[in-house]
């Protein structure tokens, strides 16, 4: 009953058709979402006013603030209270954690990203573009190699121990071993966003991968082209060169 009563307190909000009431996940994280954008316009807040302001019962505000603060996305603080403070202990405020508020920010810092690109795509061109694209990886290059150091000359290997530096990285990568080789996976991409109007920063980034596993690539996939995962095949017999390839295929077409 006291899920229900909570849940009934949230549907005004949630634009929810009679007969066709959302579940509690989806409503929960609707809640969510505007308390997080409530904090993000106010700042610190107690829980009352974000109750007020939500239509909300304590309850049920308590409730989803005690569940940002276990995920880390609110912290709690006593409320400062200026001249005579009177009798009973001061209330609670809650504000944004800097993690979330950097994700409130995610797509402003995209679409600042992109505009730069664009600017640096009309006064210098794509020359200038991938020149910029390079400069970008080459940290995460020269951090990969450093933690590379024990991986040995051979490719699979070589990828195995490449994946967990990305994954340190936060790419969330990993590397198998298929028929034809290996493969090189990556569950995360930090610029998608921008990489699908840039694929030169795709490029770059396969080209680091080549450089790391020391032989011939192929990128399969991105995120950025809308393809659930960034894949890189790596042949198991590469052709012998003058230096490492980097090719991309396209699969979704």
Not at 14 to 25: D, E, I, K, L
Not at 39 to 58: D, F, H, M, N, Y
Request: aromatic share 2%.
């Amino acid at each position: 009953m006291k899920n229900a009563a909570a849940l009934s307190e949230q549907q005004p909000a949630t634009g929810t058709v009679a007969g066709s009431p959302a579940s509690p996940a989806s409503t929960d994280l609707s809640t969510r979402d505007r308390v997080t954008q409530l904090l993000l316009e106010r700042g610190a807040t107690t829980a009352a006013q974000l109750g007020s302001a939500l239509g909300l019962s304590p309850a049920a505000i308590r409730r989803h603030l005690d569940a940002m603060l276990a995920d880390g996305d609110v912290v709690a603080r006593e409320q400062a209270v200026r001249g005579s403070r009177g009798r009973g202990r001061p209330a609670k405020v809650f504000l944004l954690t800097e993690a979330a508020r950097v994700r409130c920010g995610t797509h402003h810092y995209d679409n600042m990203a992109t505009a730069a690109l664009r600017w640096i795509a009309r006064n210098g061109g794509s020359t200038a573009v991938e020149a910029f694209a390079a400069d970008q990886v080459a940290a995460l290059e020269a951090r990969c190699r450093a933690a590379m150091e024990d991986a040995g000359d051979d490719p699979l290997a070589r990828a195995e121990a490449l994946a967990s530096a990305l994954t340190a990285e936060g790419y969330a990568a990993n590397a198998s071993t298929i028929a034809s080789g290996g493969q090189l996976c990556q569950h995360h991409c930090p610029v998608a966003h921008v990489a699908a109007e840039f694929p030169q920063l795709c490029e770059a980034e396969t080209a680091v991968i080549s450089r790391l596993v020391g032989t011939h690539v192929q990128r399969l996939a991105t995120i950025a082209h809308g393809d659930g995962v960034c894949t890189t095949h790596i042949p198991a017999q590469p052709r012998a060169q003058s230096g490492n390839t980097v090719t991309t295929v396209r699969t979704d077409r």
